[in-house]
Nanobody, 130 residues
Framework: AVELVESGGGSVQSGGSLRLSCVGS????????MAWFRRAPGKERVGVAA?????????LYAKAVKGRFTISQGNAKNTLYLQMNNLLPEDTAIYYC??????????????????????WGQGTQVTVSS
């Protein structure tokens, strides 16, 4: 079974940085698209960044984080990162790692937004104080 485990959350002051990690198992990483989502208090879960392992090209970023956050894949198998710099109080949320099998349709959907992902981690809390 697909399993995703996030780590790296914590509390920082505005302007600080954190790096989230996601270790996956039970699937072939190179055949999947991976993403970070977040759910702020009282709000719906939204996409933050996404990347597909089997194609070249720029990752997808939400407008709110572009230029501050970087999604990347580690040298170790099935590891995904989210480097978050210049954090703001509005970045406070539970951050989730997600995975979905890559396909032409999935990549097309990711070119315009964040589609549904079927596999999710348990989430890690990020709190940014002003």
């Amino acid at each position: 079974a697909v399993e995703l485990v996030e780590s790296g959350g914590g509390s920082v002051q505005s302007g600080g940085s954190l790096r989230l990690s996601c270790v996956g198992s039970g699937f072939t990483y190179s055949n999947y698209c991976m993403a970070w989502f977040r759910r702020a208090p009282g709000k719906e879960r939204v996409g933050v960044a996404a990347i597909c392992s089997d194609v070249a090209g720029d990752p997808l970023y939400a407008k709110a984080v572009k230029g501050r956050f970087t999604i990347s894949q580690g040298n170790a198998k099935n590891t995904l990162y989210l480097q978050m710099n210049n954090l703001l109080p509005e970045d406070t949320a539970i951050y989730y790692c997600a995975a979905e099998r890559s396909s032409p349709q999935m990549r097309q959907l990711l070119s315009i937004g964040f589609p549904n992902f079927n596999y999710w981690g348990q989430g890690t809390q990020v709190t940014v104080s002003s």
